[in-house]
Nanobody, 115 residues
Framework: QVQLVESGGGLVQPGGSLRLSCVAS????????MAWYRQAPGKQRESVAG???????GYTDSVKGRFTISRDNAKNTVYLEMNSLKPEDTAVYYC?????????WGKGTLVTVSS
């Protein structure tokens, strides 16, 4: 079992920045691939960024060049650095841990981009 707790969300103006954190507990963090997803009001949950056990990262097109995912295995934490935020980035952001068919989710943190 893995427990995931996200933090760092909040209200930010367009063009601003936020850093989300997700702390994992309960199992060996380094064996999991990690990802961030988001779900905007009235929309389906979508993948935002992922990082492999070895540190290889991938992003959905809409956030490339603006968001950066990273992980610190010593701290059992994955981060999402978000820059140049846009109103369309407004969503609940969820942390995900995956290994094979096993999938864990956090409860999410709300990011609101508005002036």
């Amino acid at each position: 079992q893995v427990q995931l707790v996200e933090s760092g969300g909040g209200l930010v103006q367009p063009g601003g920045s936020l850093r989300l954190s997700c702390v994992a507990s309960g199992s060996e963090f380094s064996i999991y691939g990690m990802a961030w997803y988001r779900q905007a009001p009235g929309k389906q949950r979508e993948s935002v960024a992922g990082i492999s056990r070895g540190g290889s990262a991938g992003y959905t097109d809409s956030v490339k060049g603006r968001f950066t995912i990273s992980r610190d295995n010593a701290k059992n934490t994955v981060y999402l650095e978000m820059n140049s935020l846009k109103p369309e980035d407004t969503a609940v952001y969820y942390c995900n841990a995956i290994r094979g068919a096993v999938n864990y989710w956090g409860k999410g943190t709300l990011v609101t981009v508005s002036s």
